[in-house]
């Protein structure tokens, strides 16, 4: 393995950074406007380029990447709030900003590949921190796929390649288990090389695309102090306690299988596995998160259910199908946002109750003439709303739900993890009520994976009650009839930040009558569906 193998840009004298030494990165950055997010990252890509092309010593090129570490690391966290989380496909201010955070975790672990190569080749003096030099290319190549997972599209495979061969160089420098710093973790700062890749690995393996944007930054800061568990063999375990993660380090994919592969590795889960098992009982006997070591900032149910998702994908192979899943075929028209999910649900226009029941002069000679109201006007509602109805296609579908795709070159509306939808698979009479669970981008198409929200949906119309309501309008709501052999209760869903414990508001069906939400049965990003009882 040489210098040629990570595809370095050549080094030259002529244009130089802004400063050539430790010192003079120092200094640089005392007099930089660095609150400015989005300026900061422009000014450091700026110098990291130069810097990645400029002739230096190595042992200094270190000393100024590790200055540069801590800015960076701002810069990006605060430039990604731009994209992480957003519905699918990114707006062009958002792709720009994911785009920006991608190329400057690029332009990191360039620098440090160099000094990586310069330790392949055999510099005394960069010899002794060829453990920090590869977890740092790692923690880089980290960093740029937890972007990618923020803003869910699929890793390009050169990543995975670069991963490997980095792990694969710590293996010829005899690097693998030497203790390791990491200044921007605070909390467990001690790693190595062999904890930042199963790490990486790990986190793929968690499914990310399905996790809210809190849970997978959960995932990550326990991955920060849980990766150390992991040991990496040149052999299959003896008599492990659950399947190891098997990586062939001459391949371009995250992991594969033990039957075939080049360079075979494999990760011993078996500890880590114990310790996850451990928790999630701790948990049910009811001790506290924070007790455990899992954060202040988590809570139950939600921290349990989130390990248990981590447990499935990482030691199981996935979550068991409690409905099967079969290909599917033919189209599916799709909407979103929910005036218009409940237009076309409903096949109604939403008014306010006690306002739709007096007609038009147009209306009333309609009738006369034609015995019936003519249709056009809500055909022109429909238009002058903006309401699209998309047509995707049906990758595959079970008795719960459907994995849907349409090309990212078709017009349409933007789809996020947790937002509710309505479908109308082909040949059905009317459109379900669904609910996208994940999102993401793969092969210039945007895929959904849609659950059916269980219970025949109604439209009704919803506002809150007590003096702060007296002028409060209704707005669109559905009730979701009980589904009792799923044991699932008559539910009410409500826009997002309504539910409250105990919390009166008022339904209109046919009639009005005020209602008393108990609890929460499911909450998205734009809805939640509680059960309520009568009052």
Known sequence: MNHADFDLPTLGADPPPAFTSARGCRDWLAVQP??????AQAMLLRQLNLL????LAPAERLKILELLRDPIAFAQAESARKFAGRPLPLAPPEQSGMDTNRTLWQAVRTGY??????????????????????????????????????APTDPPAQLWRLLHRTYAAAENLAALSQPVNDSLQSTHPATSVVAAYAHTLLLHRASPYELSGRQLAQAERWLHRWSGKVAALNAPPVEPRVPPLVVDLS??????????????????LSELSRSVKRRIAH?????????????EDCVQPACENLLRHLYRNWFKGGAPRQHPRHAGSGACQLVTGLDAIQYYLSGKIFRQPGQGDAMSKTQIEEIATFGRVATRHED?????????????????????????TRPLSQAGGRIGG?????????????????????????????QAGIQIMPGQPHSVALRGTGLTAINEKYRPGFRMAAVPALDYPESVVVPAGWFRPGRVIEMYEEFSRQIRLTRQLDR???YERCAFEGI
């Open 418 to 446: 947790g937002q509710m939808v309505a479908v109308r698979p082909e040949g059905s009479r009317g459109y379900l009520l669904t609910v996208a669970r994940w999102s993401r981008i793969t092969a210039g198409e945007l």
């Open 113 to 150: 590949l160099h000094c990586l190569a310069a330790c392949l080749e055999g510099h005394a003096e960069l010899r002794p921190h060829a453990a920090l030099i590869v977890q740092r290319v790692i923690s880089a190549v980290r960093a740029e796929l937890f972007d990618i997972y923020r």
């Open 283 to 295: 948990l049910q006997k009811g001790e506290s998160p924070a007790s455990l070591g899992l954060g």
């Open 251 to 268: 391949a371009d994919a995250p992991e594969t299988s033990a039957e075939g592969g080049e360079q075979l590795r494999w990760l011993d």
């Open 380 to 404: 022109d509602y429909s238009k002058l709303q903006g309401f699209m109805v998309e047509s995707w296609r049906v990758l595959d579908e079970s008795a719960t739900g459907f994995r849907l």
């Open 52 to 55: 990645n092309r400029f002739v």
């Open 34 to 39: 660095l609150a400015n997010p989005s300026h």
């Open 524 to 526: 998205g990003s734009d």
